[in-house]
């Protein structure tokens, strides 16, 4: 089994930054790929970014050029820079482990965009 612990989320004021965190931990057959989602109320849940084992990068349209995702491949972390803040990215957010074929999600942890 895969567990995966976030850590990070918390309130911000407008144009202010987060740094969000994930840590797999279990029994890893293969990280195909790591990454974050978000949901807000009353919306569908939705890609912000991810990355490949092999490095390659995925963003939504709408944090391009103000998050950035990292990844420790050797302690099978990723973490996601978020900079430039907006009320918009107000949602809660789930790490996502792509391992082997299986997808695995953390419990989620509350961004709030707001002054």
């Known amino acids: 089994q895969v567990q995966l612990v976030e850590s990070g989320g918390g309130l ?3 144009g ?3 740094r969000l965190s994930c840590a797999a931990s279990g ?3 293969r990280i195909n790929a790591m ?3 978000r949901q807000a109320p009353g919306k569908q849940r939705e890609l912000v970014a991810r990355m490949t084992s092999g490095g390659g990068t995925n963003y939504a349209d709408s944090v391009k050029g103000r998050f950035t ?3 420790d491949n050797a302690k099978n972390t ?4 978020m900079n430039s803040l907006k009320p ?3 949602a809660v957010y789930y790490c996502n482990v792509l391992n082997g074929l299986i997808n695995y999600w953390g419990q989620g942890t509350q961004v709030t ?3």
């Open 35 to 37: 990454g974050w989602y």
């Open 69 to 71: 995702i990292s990844r």
């Open 113 to 115: 965009v707001s002054s």
């Open 78 to 81: 990723v973490a996601l820079q």
């Open 12 to 14: 911000v004021q407008p």
């Open 27 to 29: 029994i890893i057959l």
């Open 88 to 90: 918009e990215d107000t």
């Open 16 to 18: 202010g930054s987060l």
